[in-house]
């Protein structure tokens, strides 16, 4: 836990620092859905806004529809639909859910601990 | 009766077969097809095994397809863990048979954001089922999700989801879950899965594992509701059925020699019958592995085959124990007839035990089976237990037309009629051996207790160990009680010479006859010439007399002519006489 909040620090400073240039430390997501169901259509819609919002140029997403591509389940290891991964930077995490708790998104991205940093310290 | 409700469950549910020994036995064909069963139970107790073995033996022997869906051990795990019990999973899968997947959770990693559901699972799952073209799947162990997740009203709402969408595939399935404090499973998964619901337990009494396995609920078919010990060993899975199917073995009219001829008389001439079951009891030493030896040796003389269970010596004791009364059971041995299985009852409990024997006679295929001695089984465990034991064994026996030659050891303080294992219910033909100590001897006494089915003797007849082996012999009852050995021996010394003396005596008597006859001969002789002479005596006197009569009337006449006188007078009346 130590460990996480060092990190998340450093992360913190190389986020500020670097706030033009995200390119270094650029998020690499991939959303599976699972077709046209609301919670997929949803899922997408608010993971759309909040790369917008917080990520805006700095990230890859990738949307997979599981029906397409249903021998990725098993290798992405996915057992919830939608599951957002994010592959990069690390460390390595699953969002699942239709991400309207956008709160937990952005700490699932290890965005929101950014953003309240400051305002903590 | 039973193959009608056989065949009405049949009519009204489709069973999948399992493949696993006696378990479609218990179940009258298997698990309710396309649909799920929840198999359950603590840590340890072969739950993984039991859908692994389901899904082998349903490709192997069904050609049905398999999914395994573990949420525990990684495949390598799995694959390396089944490796032991015979099952070759890699080729399986490499053949389209069966599939792995291994779903791992990892619940440091997972944010949740709001509303899901678990499709990614079902995705996962049907992708697998339609690439081999599975019927059967196990998910094992599902709970585990509960562990990953933590919106509760989702996992339930989705695995009630599951289990319908499992119905609707059409798969057979099984689903383990560990067993909870009061509940079977912890998450409460019985709810979900109601057809059927398989029980596994893992017991330490008196130091010795067992292994039990239950339908606790097998909705729209009959099941065994006991709870049947079952073994993991390295051919997998196997449940034994407890109490038999019942009391409808076939009988046999067929007659097998004892091995002893005397004794055979003493069974009308005949011997015991085929498929029978026959105990020997005893005191120590009496005799009972010479008779299970006599028996055996028999049987392999009529070139049938002997299962000889010993549990107290080593093969190669016996045989050179009963070499010493003239049974060679080596040659058998050699041929292949006879085969030993020797081990110390306390090796394993008494399912283990069970399942040897069955395994055993199984693939030996005996037409006598020797158990020498039952009751070292109390040992290690309550009597109860080894009599439901033996009770399976003397109905899997008598099932296959097995005749069974069980020995038990009594004790010389209980009673020589109970036998300690209380067994006498199942057993068809008793012989109670037993010693008698008289005028400072111990012999052998044998007797028939009971034989169902047949006039058996009476007698007790005295059990000799020779070296031709063992012979009876009649024993003579004295004024304080019967006589055996020397004393008998003495006995018949004694009646020989009064046979003896009887003889001689009948021969006096007939010469005695003799001599009187004889002497009442001579008398006879004699008193015939005493009145010879006495008659031609008598016969001489009468003729004199008769002469002097004559006589006297000469002298009358002349008498009469010198006096003349008288004579004229006299002569008219003489004239009127003749």
């Not at chain 1, 949307?63 to 290891?77: C, H, S, T």
């Not at chain 2, 993984?48 to 999914?67: A, H």
């Not at chain 2, 009948?506 to 015939?528: N, T």
Request: proline share 3%; with cysteine; glycine share 8%.
């Amino acid at each position: 836990m130590k460990k996480k909040k060092e990190e998340a620090k450093e992360t913190t400073i190389s986020f500020d620092e670097a706030m033009p240039g995200l390119h270094e430390g650029r998020y690499i997501l991939r959303l599976f859905i699972t077709g046209t169901t609301a919670k997929s259509v949803l899922a997408l819609t608010n993971l759309k806004k909040i790369c917008e919002e917080y990520l805006e140029g700095g990230y890859e997403l990738e949307v997979i529809d599981l029906y397409q591509n249903p021998g990725l389940a098993r290798d992405e290891q996915i057992i919830a639909a939608p599951t957002l991964i994010k592959k990069l930077p690390l460390p390595f995490r699953r969002i699942i859910g239709d991400m309207s708790d956008i709160e937990k998104v952005l700490m699932g991205l290890e965005i929101k601990q950014l953003q309240i940093r400051p305002e903590n310290d | 009766m039973k193959k009608a409700e056989h065949l009405l469950s049949q009519a009204t549910l489709q069973k999948s077969p399992t493949g696993i020994q006696g378990f479609d036995e218990i179940t009258a064909g298997g698990l309710p097809a396309g649909r799920p069963t929840l198999v359950c139970g603590s840590a340890g107790c072969g739950k993984t095994l039991f859908g692994i073995e389901f899904l082998v033996r349903g490709t192997t022997l069904y050609n049905e397809p398999g999914v395994f869906m573990s949420f525990e051990e990684t495949n390598e795990e799995l694959i390396k863990n089944v490796a032991s019990l015979g099952f070759d999973l890699e080729d399986l899968i490499k053949h389209k048979k069966i599939a792995l997947d291994h779903v791992h959770i990892e619940r440091s990693e997972i944010e949740e954001t709001g509303e899901y559901d678990l499709e990614g699972l079902f995705i996962r799952l049907g992708y697998a089922i339609d690439s081999i073209g599975a019927k059967r799947v196990v998910l094992d162990t599902i709970e585990s999700l509960f562990a990953g997740l933590l919106n509760q009203m989702i996992l339930r709402a989705e695995l009630r989801r599951l289990f319908r969408w499992l119905k609707e595939k059409g798969v057979t399935a099984i689903i383990t879950g560990e067993r909870g404090e009061d509940t079977l499973t912890r998450q409460g998964l019985e709810e979900y899965v109601s057809d059927c619901v398989i029980m596994l337990d893992h017991r330490v009494t008196e130091q010795t594992s067992t292994r039990r396995l239950r339908v606790v609920k097998y909705r729209g078919s009959l099941h065994g509701t006991n709870e049947y010990p079952f073994l993991i060993d390295e051919t997998g899975f196997s449940v034994l059925p407890v109490t038999s199917l019942g009391l409808e073995h076939k009988v046999s009219n067929e007659r097998i020699s004892s091995g002893i001829t005397e004794l055979d008389k003493m069974l009308e001439g005949k011997g015991y019958f085929r498929g029978s079951t026959v105990l020997v009891s005893g005191t120590a030493g009496v005799g009972k592995t010479s008779m299970a030896a006599h028996f055996a040796e028999a049987a392999c003389k009529r070139g049938e085959r002997v299962l000889y269970f010993c549990f107290e010596e080593s093969p190669s004791q016996l045989m050179r124990n009963m070499r010493s009364i003239g049974i060679n059971l080596e040659p058998w041995a050699h041929r292949g007839l006879l085969q030993f299985q020797a081990t110390r009852p306390t090796f394993y409990g008494l399912e283990m035990h069970l399942a040897v024997t069955h395994k055993a006679v199984n693939a030996f295929n005996p037409e006598i089976v020797i158990m020498d001695p039952i009751n070292t089984f109390i040992l290690g465990d309550t009597e109860n237990e080894v009599k439901s034991m033996l009770m399976r064994i003397v109905d899997f026996l008598k099932g296959n037309q097995i005749t069974a030659l069980f020995t038990s050891l009594t004790s010389s303080e209980s009673a020589l009629e109970s036998s300690d294992v209380g067994i006498s219910s199942l057993i068809d033909t008793w012989l109670l051996l037993r010693d008698i100590e008289l005028n400072g001897e111990r012999n052998r006494g044998m007797y028939v207790l009971k034989s169902r089915g047949m006039a058996n003797s009476n007698q007790i007849r005295e059990f000799i160990l020779t070296d031709n082996g063992v012979k009876l012999r009649d024993v003579y009852v004295g004024a304080s009680g019967v006589l055996t050995g020397s004393a008998r021996i003495a006995q018949e010394a004694h009646e020989n010479a009064g046979l003896l003396r009887q003889k001689q005596d009948i021969e006096r008597k007939r010469r005695e006859l003799e001599r009187k006859r004889k002497v009442m001969e001579a008398r006879v002789a004699a008193l015939h010439a005493e009145f010879k002479s006495q008659e031609s005596e008598a016969l001489k006197n009468l003729e004199a007399e008769q002469e002097i009569i004559r006589l006297q009337k000469m002298d009358k006449i002349e008498m009469a002519a010198s006096r003349k006188s008288v004579t004229e007078k006299r002569k008219t009346k003489k004239h009127t006489k003749p």
